[in-house]
């Protein structure tokens, strides 16, 4: 092509883009009359408050990445990984202004303008504020929580268990952190007045786990970035944790003489108040605790008796003698065999102790139910990394034996794990009694109650549901935590395996029935006990009674229920709103609903309170059949 016909084609291909504009912008001008007032009221002033929240949003990730960097790495911001929250009322009070202010600011929103969408995402945010700033106000956690000072222990390991930056980067805040850590245990020294003894307690456990074995799974979270690292980076790390050692000896030393020292120390968990305030505000119910406790009994009872109909169709005349803990102790409840030969020549191979072989089961299970559950069109496949660890020690003390980490709210590389906690090398070495190792996988690692974890911490539960949920464009909707609509998912995909013949033990949904009693029976002493209607003695002997629990089972009972006050009733009433969601869209739908559809849109909405998940079920659904007519 010469130099004079490529600057004819230039002036032509110009002439053309000018042509094509001057065509859109002559249309007539009654369509332009007709539009430009619609634009004006209905999109412009939206467009002009959805900035407005935007905005505002912006400045609560500042003030979370500021005044608690802790939290701002769960949320996936990771602007201050390498530094700790401080544990002062000075930052206390700080935070509690600034975030009044941002609470101020959202309220004065018109929503009335906004699209439905974010107008939702207002009202999310405004929970989200309101909570936060009660929560500084009334938890008291700098004054009366001895774990709270311990916190940054996991936030550490996490780090170094996920992807979301490259090792170094991520294991130089890390270390940044443990170095920050003597600061952090010495407010506690300063700051702690009458913490509860459960509590104290639990801090002391959490240090002798972590210390364990020399802190050998902590550390074991550092391999990739101490592997052929710089001699600079090795020091760094060994002075670091020789630092975080020292200063946890002396942690633990102060809590032994706090314990002996301890006079009229604070009730653990909530009062009516509170737990009031969470039903309202947080949840975003209409529920009194009145009606929390009516609801509570409900579940229990419904539990209880569903309990005593699975007991009697595994074995009717025992479970008319024994009742249904007769039942119960008389299956004889398989499970995998971990027992590990000191003896090569027996065996004819070495002793493991990677457990490999014990997460292979699960990753079996895993892939199974991904195929089962894909196959009856339930669920999508998750697109989405997950891996199997072992539960260090420090995790274990007041959680489930397996539990579903998810990745941080916000990251783009997301990796969720599944932690298990295995039996002790020592329990699993064949001696003269493998009583103790058999009763212990009886009880926490059946195949039944293998199959139950899966279907719901995977497939179709929580990792599912983290994968769906990210989708969210709206990042308000993906850092709300509602444990209500995420465990009450749990629940329901367990229900969902059942009724889709996903289990294949035969007292399997025997095994259930008493999960969601042993629940119910949890949500039933939450709503009594952190509504101030029982004391400690009267939780303790209710777990006696109606769990047949020993005095360190029933301790534990009562634990959790005042470390998570409101979750347990939580867990139950989004179970138990999910079931009613779904029933009536089938009736409404009849033969057109499409359960896949249903799941979808629910777990879309992210882990938002259910009432927003509701309306914007409905409203989603009725987008759809528009665009379908």
Known sequence: MTYKEGCWNKICGAAVCFALFAMSAYEPATARAEYSPMLKTEETYGVLEANRLDNILEKYFANISFYDPERATVMGLHDNDGK????????????????????TQVRQISRNEMSAADSADAVILEDILQTDIFNLNNLQMCTKRPQYYLEPLKIIYQMMIKDYDNVVQRGDNAVKRMNAMPEILGQAEKNLDN?????????????????????????????????????????????????????????????????????????????????????????????????????????????????VKNAKNIDTMLAYSKGWYGVLNSIQRTHPDLTEQDDYSVTGRRPKSDNSEFFQLFKDEGDRAFDHFDLHKIMDYPDQRLTYKEKPDFLTLDSDDVSYDPPFDLDSERVSTLFIAVPTQELRLVKDNL?????????????????????GNIMPGLHMRNYESSKALSRIRRISRQPDITQGWAYYSEQLADENGFFTEYYARFMRSYLMYERAAMSYADAYYNTGKWTKEEALAFFADKLHADKEQAENYF???????????????????????????????????????????????????????????????????KRYK
């Open 435 to 455: 009583e103790p190792l058999d009763r212990y996988m009886s009880e926490h690692y059946n195949y039944a109650l293998i199959e139950l974890a899966i279907a």
């Open 195 to 307: 913490p509860p003894a459960e509590w104290i307690r639990l801090a002391t456990s959490t240090i002798s786990a972590f210390q364990e074995n020399n802190m050998k799974q902590f550390l074991e979270a550092f391999k990739g970035y101490t592997y052929n690292a710089p001699f600079t980076r090795i020091n760094s790390y060994n002075a670091a944790v020789m630092k975080l050692k020292k200063a946890l000896d002396d942690y633990s030393v102060f809590l032994n003489t706090l314990a002996a020292d301890e006079k009229n120390p604070l009730r653990p968990g909530f009062g009516d108040y509170q737990f009031g305030f969470y039903l309202e505000r947080f949840y975003l119910t209409d529920l009194t605790t009145g009606g929390a406790r009516k609801l509570a009994g409900k579940y229990f009872s419904d539990a209880g008796d569903n309990l």
């Open 84 to 103: 700790l929250t401080q544990r002062t009322a000075e930052r206390v009070r700080d935070e509690i202004k600034e975030l009044d202010t941002l609470l």
């Open 559 to 625: 634990l959790r229920i005042t470390l998570k006050p409101t979750e347990y009733f939580a867990a139950m009433y989004g179970w138990d709103q999910i079931l009613q969601m779904k029933k009536y869209y089938m009736r409404k739908d009849a033969k057109t609903f499409d359960e896949r559809t249903f799941h979808a849109l629910l777990m879309e909405q992210g882990d938002i309170p259910l009432q927003i998940i509701k309306s914007e079920v409905d409203r989603q659904r009725k987008e759809i059949r």
